[in-house]
């Protein structure tokens, strides 16, 4: 008797949690897929083979980290379709809990990578701008902090979701949140609101600051006489990336607060391409792409002033 009241009760709870709140179609699950995951199989991977194969390209290791870290959130997005459970019956309590633990880590883990980036940048540039230069073997601490700082976020978000998921398993699902598994926890779900806008608000001060100084160094090139000189073209990149990020990203930290559609899942999903429409159109990775056109390399040399400050 007492055993059928509790797998009615499973039952009924069951029902509540699988209700769907985001009103997704099977056409937009398709987008946000391949969103997710065509960068993190097939567009980052080639990026990070030319950077890593070219001997003439050279980025700073925030950005490999940050190729990395968007590499992990298709992994984790798609994670469904790889053992066919993203449409049809729920998944196990277990793999679902799995999948819930990685997404609710990619909020703080994206908003801190792109932090470590704009912060890099923006040192870089306020250094040269001061006549100084870079160098990151005498900054050894700091590098090791900015390259782990996004991972020790995953893996805080990933236990506390664990945890509070363990607990409460009639909380999870896959219906609940669409495209993905969720753990319904408002305790959780506000923490990790509160840590990744800190982190957004602490991106955006640096790229304004970082913009004021760009702005100060444009008005001094266009002194006469002036030597100052400064290869613009990846910081603008990461700015208006940067940007990009904080809209995204705020969008995704108001569906995780009020879901009902799923636009602002769509929206952050396309953030891997912008990644590689950004990053992967730049001249020296579309010259190593284009590796037939000899003669090119010398003629569309990056500054080397730039270079030097440890950036790249």
């Known amino acids: 008797m007492s055993s059928s009241l509790v797998s009615q009760a499973g039952s009924s709870d069951?029902?509540?949690?699988?209700?769907?709140?985001?009103h997704g179609t099977h056409s937009e699950l398709i987008a946000f897929l391949v969103?997710?995951?065509w960068p993190a199989?097939?567009?980052l991977p080639i990026l990070l083979a030319i950077i890593f194969l070219s001997k003439k390209i050279k980025r700073h290791p925030t950005f490999?980290?940050?190729?990395?870290?968007?590499?992990?959130?298709?992994?984790?997005?798609?994670?469904?379709?790889?053992?066919?459970?993203?449409?049809?019956?729920?998944?196990?309590?277990?793999?679902?809990?799995?999948?819930?633990?990685?997404?609710?880590?990619?909020p703080g883990m994206t908003s801190m990578s792109a932090f470590t980036l704009v912060f890099q940048m923006f040192i870089v540039i306020r250094a040269s701008y001061h006549g100084h230069v870079v160098v990151d073997s005498d900054h050894i601490l700091r590098?090791?902090?900015?390259?782990?700082?996004p991972y020790a976020v995953l893996i805080v978000s990933i236990l506390a979701t664990a945890i509070v998921g363990a607990a409460n398993p009639e909380n999870i699902s896959r219906n609940r949140r669409f495209f993905y598994c969720s753990v319904q926890s408002l305790p959780l779900t506000n923490t990790i609101t509160v840590g990744a806008a800190a982190i957004l608000f602490a991106t955006?001060?640096?790229?304004i600051w970082t913009a004021i100084i760009l702005y100060k160094y444009f008005v001094?090139?266009?002194k006469p006489g002036s030597r100052t000189h400064m290869e613009l073209n990846l910081p603008l990149r990461i700015i208006a990336f940067g940007f990009y990020i904080i809209i995204a990203l705020s969008l995704g930290l108001l569906s995780v607060k009020s879901p009902s559609t799923p636009v602002p899942d769509l929206v952050i999903a396309s953030a891997p391409s912008v990644v590689m429409l950004i990053f992967g159109t730049q001249p020296d990775i579309l010259r190593a792409?284009?590796?037939?056109?000899?003669?090119?390399?010398?003629?569309h040399r990056e500054t080397a002033s730039f270079r030097k400050g440890g950036l790249h």
């Open 35 to 37: 969103l997710n995951m």
């Open 64 to 106: 490999v980290n940050m190729c990395i870290v968007w590499i992990i959130v298709g992994i984790s997005c798609g994670l469904l379709v790889y053992v066919g459970k993203a449409t049809g019956p729920e998944p196990s309590k277990m793999l679902c809990l799995f999948q819930a633990s990685l997404v609710y880590g990619v």
């Open 41 to 43: 199989h097939f567009g």
């Open 204 to 207: 955006v001060v640096l790229e």
């Open 14 to 22: 069951d029902v509540q949690i699988s209700v769907n709140i985001v």
């Open 289 to 299: 792409l284009c590796f037939w056109r000899k003669g090119t390399t010398d003629n």
């Open 220 to 222: 001094a090139l266009r």
């Open 143 to 149: 590098l090791w902090i900015l390259m782990i700082a």
